[in-house]
């Protein structure tokens, strides 16, 4: 097996590219010689097609319309290969940016249409050795660069309280399906709340872990750093179900740390709440996008751990207003030079590459540029000034600030067990219309991540639980943790919960009824 040589031409570009100054005899020169170093490189092909192998065959269906009326489902399936787990006889959808082999995967995006991978995703083999059936993948947005629905390749998401309104993104087809009961739970993938914002938009349960406790083996990157993998369930005692199935080390992803432990987020879940201490953060609130309205039920939701024993305290964190621009220049640049020039996997790290899925996106991303999301040019156009103009600098002072960000809300969980805000500013709204403005589409597909991102740059556990209505409308609270403290976080959720009492389904006039009598 040979590589691709470069011709005299592509030195010539590449020398531009590095600055360098070469006539046409040095060209010549240096191809000869780039010809024989890439002789390595036809070595490793032919070592790595030893190791291949071809996809499974995986039985899977394009859903129409009249099956599909949130636009959530991307590929239908029923895959099981294992019995009496913990997971037997639940379905699950599978954000379409996770590898499930032999079915296709689209992450939302013309530049990866057509691809089909050949592995499973870690957390795909979890599952269905947990005794899962993968029902299928969930639509997501447009390589994932949205907190709304609607720059999926295939057409917005719908919310299912609201058909009319967004479903919230990246993973909002999962959260879709999950609070429309079509599935008992599904996966979702959270690089600037995207777990978060669909379950708090949908009324269901998201939990963003702690950075590395899951697996993101498998999964299609933005940003090495900011990278989770998570559940979005109807209830916490699920999502706890579900990440004792998908957590723990893999031995393939770089963002584990070698001595992770993994607790066991089910026992604990009915031990109460007693003195447990809980720090409402002032700086979440009162954002110039915030409805009151959401703000006031978050802090009335909050005030509610009282009633199990719980203390309640407002605590500030001036940082929290200052952490989103640390996460914004890094998921630009980390973006842009990892997702997009990187062909989704960059170099320079350790663990499994999916050099397939490099090549493919490699190519068609090229391909079909034009009609990549206007979120993701601006990540491009952006991050590339970012990375070539500034020479990366930017990115390594933001990197160089993440342990301030950390640090701060490290103080606040000295005195307070978990912290408390609202997922999102504001309810759902609607979704947009197809010849919307550039600046508006830019604006309601990434205005409303304020309080979720932060935490993924910090990696502390997040979890979003619907807290109450607004005009009939779900609202989300976000339950923040000590990192590799999930079941803290989880306990409070579930102790919340109980407090709550049961949350309206967004199912038909089930749902109808229950936001007026709720509303």
Same mark, same amino acid.
């Given at each position: 097996?040979?590589?691709?040589?470069?011709?005299?031409?592509?030195?010539?570009?590449?020398?531009?590219?590095?600055?360098?100054?070469?006539?046409?005899?040095?060209?010549?020169?240096?191809?000869?010689?780039?010809?024989?170093?890439?002789?390595?490189?036809?070595?490793?092909?032919?070592?790595?097609?030893?190791?291949?192998?071809?996809?499974?065959?995986?039985?899977?269906?394009?859903?129409?319309?009249?099956?599909?009326?949130?636009?959530?489902?991307?590929?239908?399936?029923?895959?099981?290969?294992?019995?009496?787990?913990?997971?037997?006889?639940?379905?699950?959808?599978?954000?379409?940016?996770?590898?499930?082999?032999?079915?296709?995967?689209?992450?939302?995006?013309?530049?990866?249409?057509?691809?089909?991978?050949?592995?499973?995703?870690?957390?795909?083999?979890?599952?269905?050795?947990?005794?899962?059936?993968?029902?299928?993948?969930?639509?997501?947005?447009?390589?994932?660069?949205?907190?709304? /629905?609607?720059?999926?390749?295939?057409?917005? &998401? $719908?919310?299912?309280?609201?058909?009319?309104? %967004? =479903? @919230? #993104?990246?993973?909002?087809?999962?959260?879709?399906?999950?609070?429309?009961?079509?599935?008992?739970?599904?996966?979702?993938?959270?690089?600037?709340?995207?777990?978060?914002?669909?379950?708090?938009?949908?009324?269901?349960?998201?939990?963003?872990?702690?950075?590395?406790?899951?697996?993101?083996?498998?999964?299609?990157?933005?940003?090495?750093?900011?990278?989770?993998?998570?559940?979005?369930?109807?209830?916490?005692?699920?999502?706890?179900?579900?990440?004792?199935?998908?957590?723990?080390?893999?031995?393939?992803?770089?963002?584990?740390?070698?001595?992770?432990?993994?607790?066991?987020?089910?026992?604990?879940?009915?031990?109460?709440?007693?003195?447990?201490?809980?720090?409402?953060?002032?700086?979440?609130?009162?954002?110039?996008? /915030?409805?009151?309205?959401?703000?006031?039920? &978050? $802090?009335?939701?909050?005030?509610?751990?009282? %009633? =199990? @024993? #719980?203390?309640?305290?407002?605590?500030?964190?001036?940082?929290?207003?200052?952490?989103?621009?640390?996460?914004?220049?890094?998921?630009?640049?980390?973006?842009?030079?990892?997702?997009?020039?990187?062909?989704?996997?960059?170099?320079?790290?350790?663990?499994?590459?999916?050099?397939?899925?490099?090549?493919?996106?490699?190519?068609?991303?090229?391909?079909?540029?034009?009609?990549?999301?206007?979120?993701?040019?601006?990540?491009?156009?952006?991050?590339?000034?970012?990375?070539?103009?500034?020479?990366?600098?930017?990115?390594?002072?933001?990197?160089?600030?993440?342990?301030?960000?950390?640090?701060?809300?490290?103080?606040?969980?000295?005195?307070?067990?978990?912290?408390?805000?609202?997922?999102?500013?504001?309810?759902?709204?609607?979704?947009?219309?197809?010849?919307?403005?550039? &600046?508006?589409?830019?604006?309601?597909?990434?205005?409303?991540?304020?309080?979720?991102?932060?935490?993924?740059?910090?990696?502390?556990?997040?979890?979003?639980?619907?807290?109450?209505?607004?005009?009939?409308?779900?609202?989300?609270?976000?339950?923040?943790?000590?990192?590799?403290?999930?079941?803290?976080?989880?306990?409070?959720?579930?102790?919340?919960?109980?407090?709550?009492?049961?949350?309206?389904?967004?199912?038909?006039?089930?749902?109808?009824?229950?936001?007026?009598?709720?509303?």
């Amino acid at each position: 097996m040979t590589v691709i040589r470069p011709n005299d031409d592509a030195i010539g570009s590449a020398a531009d590219h590095y600055g360098l100054h070469f006539d046409a005899a040095t060209r010549q020169e240096f191809a000869g010689l780039v010809d024989g170093a890439l002789g390595s490189y036809d070595v490793v092909d032919d070592l790595y097609a030893d190791e291949s192998f071809s996809a499974p065959s995986r039985d899977h269906a394009t859903p129409d319309a009249s099956d599909n009326p949130l636009g959530a489902w991307y590929v239908t399936t029923s895959i099981s290969t294992a019995a009496g787990g913990p997971l037997t006889g639940r379905r699950v959808a599978i954000k379409d940016n996770v590898t499930v082999a032999g079915v296709p995967m689209m992450n939302g995006s013309r530049s990866l249409e057509g691809f089909v991978p050949t592995r499973d995703a870690t957390v795909v083999t979890r599952l269905l050795d947990a005794g899962a059936t993968v029902a299928g993948k969930a639509v997501c947005e447009d390589l994932c660069f949205s907190g709304s /629905s609607f720059t999926p390749a295939t057409g917005p &998401v $719908r919310n299912p309280w609201d058909p009319d309104r %967004e =479903a @919230g #993104g990246s993973s909002g087809g999962s959260a879709a399906l999950v609070a429309a009961g079509d599935v008992d739970l599904a996966i979702g993938g959270d690089q600037g709340g995207s777990i978060r914002i669909p379950a708090a938009f949908c009324g269901v349960v998201g939990h963003k872990p702690t950075f590395g406790l899951v697996p993101y083996t498998g999964a299609f990157p933005i940003e090495r750093t900011i990278d989770h993998l998570g559940p979005i369930t109807r209830t916490v005692e699920d999502a706890a179900l579900l990440l004792s199935v998908i957590a723990g080390r893999d031995g393939h992803d770089p963002r584990q740390p070698d001595n992770l432990v993994v607790d066991d987020y089910l026992s604990t879940l009915d031990s109460g709440i007693d003195g447990l201490r809980v720090g409402v953060v002032s700086q979440g609130f009162g954002h110039a996008i /915030s409805q009151p309205e959401v703000d006031d039920a &978050v $802090r009335a939701a909050a005030h509610r751990f009282t %009633e =199990a @024993g #719980g203390v309640v305290d407002e605590v500030s964190v001036p940082w929290h207003l200052h952490a989103f621009h640390v996460w914004n220049v890094i998921a630009t640049d980390g973006g842009a030079y990892q997702m997009l020039d990187g062909n989704g996997y960059g170099l320079n790290a350790d663990g499994l590459y999916d050099p397939e899925l490099m090549a493919y996106f490699a190519q068609h991303r090229i391909q079909h540029a034009d009609a990549l999301s206007e979120t993701v040019k601006l990540v491009a156009l952006c991050g590339h000034h970012g990375v070539t103009a500034l020479g990366g600098s930017s990115y390594g002072k933001a990197r160089n600030l993440v342990p301030r960000a950390r640090a701060a809300y490290d103080a606040a969980l000295e005195s307070y067990d978990v912290l408390v805000m609202p997922t999102l500013p504001y309810v759902a709204s609607e979704l947009p219309a197809q010849d919307v403005d550039r &600046v508006t589409y830019v604006t309601k597909a990434l205005g409303m991540i304020a309080n979720t991102a932060p935490f993924d740059v910090t990696g502390h556990p997040a979890l979003s639980v619907p807290a109450g209505l607004v005009n009939g409308l779900p609202v989300g609270m976000m339950i923040i943790g000590k990192r590799f403290d999930d079941a803290t976080v989880l306990r409070a959720g579930h102790a919340f919960e109980q407090i709550r009492g049961a949350f309206p389904t967004a199912t038909g006039q089930q749902a109808t009824s229950a936001r007026l009598s709720l509303a």
